[in-house]
């Protein structure tokens, strides 16, 4: 096949744009018939290949889709689908084509039973988490997110950023459905995952202010088995010479010092209301020698900015009773807190 042979000219000569044309145009004459299904299956790949070494990331997308109706076709293997059909929804996320991004993503979910535990279904659950989240989805997000993370703890840990954030969102997931052990231990993951991972300082502060705000809330049995979680859980299996000291000093602040005298919730904004979107907000704040509430400001705001507004508004009004030390009250700097926005049952 000339195109086919050009192609591979292109490719040992390092010239991957120039390769592009000639893998597509042997998929096109591939995909029209005589070719048997081994061979159409290479050259569909090769075409999702040069795509995603060139950063054209739509149609990479397309081009693993593309490979994954070739491999069903001819009866492949569920994990070899999923191989494709995880590559085009993490391309299509990349190319910011969310719903694509999950469409992909769903397909290959599809492919395995519930109780499943595979790498790809993992990052094929991680992908419609972090797609759904970002189109502002909470519900569907924390959901993927929940069983990726449920999927990884058979697996053992996988350290990098999509993965923090996997974490955050079900953490998010469930502080909206009020299960404070649960949404303390995912938090606590995308906390030590920052302090590993090149992040930024702001971030790495809100996630482990957050999870100091949700261990804060539990009781002292609930923290007990926390740290036994912890403890045993795969999805914490890395090196992390600062883990042990961040335990030590949330298992500290487990009793705030500040103690709220007037603390009144925010205000649910009308329009999100009327649009029926329901969200979370956290905000961080310093409190003063006095008891008031300082340097308010929004660290997430999900999924609209709206909700982060009216939780500032509402905590610049509180007010509590200074934090002490040794009798003399002292400034109380990155007290982090959360609201839910949901509608009453």
Known sequence: MAAFDAYMD??????????VPHAEAAWQAASQGGVDGETLAVLAENRAEIYVLTGDHARAGAAWQDLAGVLERHNE???????????????YALARDLPAAINAADAAIAL??????????????R??????????????????????????????????STTMTTAMIAAVHHIMDRNGPEAAFFMS???DLAAVLPADDENSLMLRGWTSFLWSGLSGAEREALFERRFNS?????????REEREQAQEAEGVEDAQPLQRNPPRYPQHMLERGLQGVAVVMFDITEEGRPQNVRV??????????REAVRAVQR????????????????????????????
Do not use: C
Not at 112 to 125: E, H, I, K, M, T
């Open 234 to 242: 795969a999805l914490l299996d890395f090196d992390d010479p600062g």
């Open 112 to 125: 395995y039973p519930q109780d499943a535990v595979s790498n790809r279904l993992f990052l094929a659950l």
């Open 189 to 191: 993951v995308a906390s």
């Open 10 to 19: 292109a490719v040992e000569a390092n010239d991957l744009a120039g390769a």
């Open 318 to 345: 509180w007010q509590y009773t200074p934090r002490t030390e040794n009798g003399v009250a002292v400034r109380r700097e990155g007290v982090v807190t959360s609201f839910d926005y949901r509608f009453s049952d």
């Open 299 to 308: 660290v997430m705001s999900i999924p609209h900015a709206d909700f982060g």
């Open 77 to 91: 293997e569920a994990e070899e689908r999923a191989r494709a059909l995880v590559s085009a929804a993490t391309q």
């Open 127 to 160: 992908v419609k988490a972090v797609s759904e989240w970002a189109r502002g989805q909470l519900g569907p997000a924390g959901a993927a997110a929940d069983r990726a993370l449920r999927v990884r703890e058979h697996i053992g840990a996988s350290v990098d």
